[in-house]
C-alpha cells in the first residue's frame, strides 16, 4: 500500500488541493483509494462530504487514530492512501510522515515560501522518508518558477511539473470536485494527472533500487 503524505507546515501550500485532486486521480487510475484527513480543520472532509462521487472514499482522522486507520486500510485492501496534513501543528504528523512511502511538499514560489518549507523538510529528513516538492500557484509570467527550482531542487528533488495559478482549481474546489471533474480539458487537470504519473514513477523507481539492493 503505498502513502503519500502531503505536509508543508505553511498554511496555505497548496495542500489540501493537492490531496484532493491526487486521490480523486488515484481513483481515476484504477487504484483503490483512501483519502485520510488529519488537519483538524477538516477542510478535505467537507469537500468531500458534499460530493456526489463514491470514490475516493475519505476518513477524518485524529492524530492517536492514524496507526490503527492505516493498518485497517490495509487489511481493505486499498492501493494508495493520501493523507493531508495541517499547517502550523508541526511535529504532530510525525507518524503520517514516518509511515509514508513518499512525502510530498507544495511550495509556492517564493523566497519565503521556500524558507518556510525547511522545517518540514528537516522533519522529513531525519525519518528518512522519500519526498519530493510540488511548486504551486506558479504565475505565468516571470522567473518566479526557475528561481524556485533552482533554489528547491538543491535540497531534495522536484517535480517537473507545477501547478500554474489558475481559476479552475478554486472553482474545482468551490464545486466539491477535482479539477479533472471539473473539466478535464483545462490545463490544470493535464498538471495533476502529470503531477500524479511523476510520482508514481519516481516511486516504482525508488522500490526497484531498494529490491536490486535487497538481491544483490
Ligand atoms: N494552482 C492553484 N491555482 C489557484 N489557486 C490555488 C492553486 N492551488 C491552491 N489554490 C488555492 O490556494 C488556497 C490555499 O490552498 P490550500 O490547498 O487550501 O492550502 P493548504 O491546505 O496548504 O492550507 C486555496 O484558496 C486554494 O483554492
Ligand atoms: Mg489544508
Same mark, same amino acid.
Given at each position: 500500500m503505498k502513502i503519500w503524505t502531503i505536509t508543508n507546515q505553511k498554511g496555505g501550500a497548496g495542500k489540501t488541493v493537492l490531496a484532493t485532486n491526487?486521490?480523486?486521480?488515484?481513483?481515476?487510475?484504477?487504484? %483503490? $483509494?483512501l483519502l485520510i484527513d488529519l488537519d483538524p480543520q477538516q477542510s478535505a472532509t467537507k469537500w468531500w462530504e458534499a460530493r456526489d462521487a463514491e470514490t475516493p472514499l475519505l476518513i477524518k482522522?485524529?492524530?492517536?487514530q492514524l496507526?490503527?486507520?492505516l493498518n485497517s486500510a490495509q487489511q481493505q485492501g486499498f492501493e494508495l492512501v493520501i493523507i493531508d496534513t495541517a499547517g502550523r501543528e508541526g511535529?504532530?504528523?510525525?507518524e503520517a510522515i514516518e509511515r509514508a512511502t513518499f512525502a510530498?511538499?507544495?511550495?509556492?514560489?517564493s523566497l519565503d515560501d521556500c524558507r518556510s518549507a525547511l522545517p518540514?523538510?528537516?522533519?522529513?529528513?531525519?525519518? %528518512? $522518508?522519500?519526498?519530493?516538492?510540488?511548486?504551486t500557484r506558479c504565475p505565468s509570467s516571470g522567473d518566479d518558477l526557475q528561481e524556485a527550482r533552482n533554489s528547491l531542487?538543491?535540497?531534495?528533488l522536484v517535480c517537473n511539473t507545477p501547478t500554474m495559478e489558475r481559476k479552475c482549481y478554486k472553482r474545482a474546489y468551490?464545486?466539491?470536485?477535482?479539477v479533472c471533474e471539473y473539466d478535464a480539458n483545462d490545463k490544470g487537470a493535464g498538471e495533476i494527472k502529470a503531477i500524479f504519473d511523476w510520482i508514481h514513477s519516481k516511486e516504482s523507481r525508488l522500490e526497484n533500487t531498494q529490491l536490486t539492493r535487497a538481491v544483490g
Open positions: 491526487l486521490a480523486v486521480e488515484g481513483s481515476r487510475a484504477g487504484l %483503490k $483509494t482522522c485524529l492524530y492517536n496507526i490503527d486507520n511535529l504532530k504528523h510525525i510530498i511538499i507544495p511550495c509556492q514560489p518540514t523538510v528537516d522533519i522529513i529528513k531525519n525519518t %528518512k $522518508t522519500p519526498f519530493a516538492f510540488i511548486i531542487s538543491t535540497i531534495g468551490a464545486e466539491n470536485l477535482s
